[in-house]
């Protein structure tokens, strides 16, 4: 156990889908997994444990931003031996050519600032996913007859940003778009010596301001779970 987490040893797999919502995680665990238990109801950040074609994965809420996200992901690393990490979830286009509902599969990740920004102090460390789960995740979202792009994402610390100065020099730069969580996961990944990819689709678009119904965001969501449980075990 952990202070954040209430699960049994043996009860977390190796093999972790983060998405930040955890009614997400039940949904997820309940659609998607066989014999899938509870075994963390902590401040009501759900995690559930079953198994996808017979290999074993916990499927845990991360709660939103970084240092939610944080607290999670060095505990099933540290504490539970969690070796692939990965994040499900939604983000804002900032590309003209990246639409709504399309998938994206995030190589890179720019911050302002994480979690471990004191570790690295002085150092503009550059956070990346592992390159197996991308691939694997490419072949499965192309299978699903998903419009993917893989590319450099931006994880912000705030969700009510007021500056279109930096979202201007970001967009000019090709990041495709924004999210909260994957810049300190894949820095904690680097860390531990684990694997950990971002699989996002996109909710909203920052240029356009369209915005996927809601409707539309759990079928999304469940192409997510099946691209992200593909590229774990391909």
């Known amino acids: 156990m952990t202070p954040h987490i209430s699960a049994k040893k043996g009860e977390i797999a190796e093999t972790v889908l983060m ?7 039940k949904w997820a665990a309940e659609t998607f997994l066989e014999d899938a238990t509870c075994v963390n109801r902590v401040r009501g950040m759900l995690g559930f444990t ?6 074993p994965v916990t499927i845990h809420g991360s ?5 939610s996200l944080s ?16 994040r499900i979830g939604s983000c804002g286009a ?37 390159w197996s789960l991308i691939q694997a995740a490419y072949q499965a979202s ?43 996961l894949y820095t904690l990944a680097a860390r531990h010596g684990c694997r950990a990819l971002a699989v996002l689709t996109v909710s909203d678009h920052l240029k356009t301001h369209e915005a996927l119904p809601s409707e539309d965001r759990e079928r999304s969501f469940g192409d997510m779970v099946e691209i992200a449980l593909e590229a774990a075990f391909a």
């Open 94 to 130: 900032m590309q003209e050519s990246v639409n709504i509902r399309d998938v994206i599969l995030a190589m890179t990740s720019t911050t302002l600032s994480t979690p471990s920004r004191g570790i690295m102090r002085e150092l503009n460390f550059a956070p990346c996913a592992d």
């Open 63 to 67: 709660g939103m931003g970084m240092p």
């Open 50 to 55: 079953g198994t996808w074609k017979g290999n």
């Open 71 to 86: 607290i999670y992901a060095n505990e099933l690393i540290s504490t539970y031996g969690a070796k692939t990490l990965i």
């Open 19 to 25: 998405p930040g919502d955890p009614l997400r995680a």
């Open 142 to 184: 192309k299978a699903k007859g998903s419009t993917t792009h893989v590319g450099g994402i931006y994880s912000s610390d705030v969700f009510y940003d007021e500056r279109p100065d930096l979202n201007e020099q970001m967009e000019r730069h090709g990041i495709l778009a924004v999210e909260m969580e994957a810049a300190e």
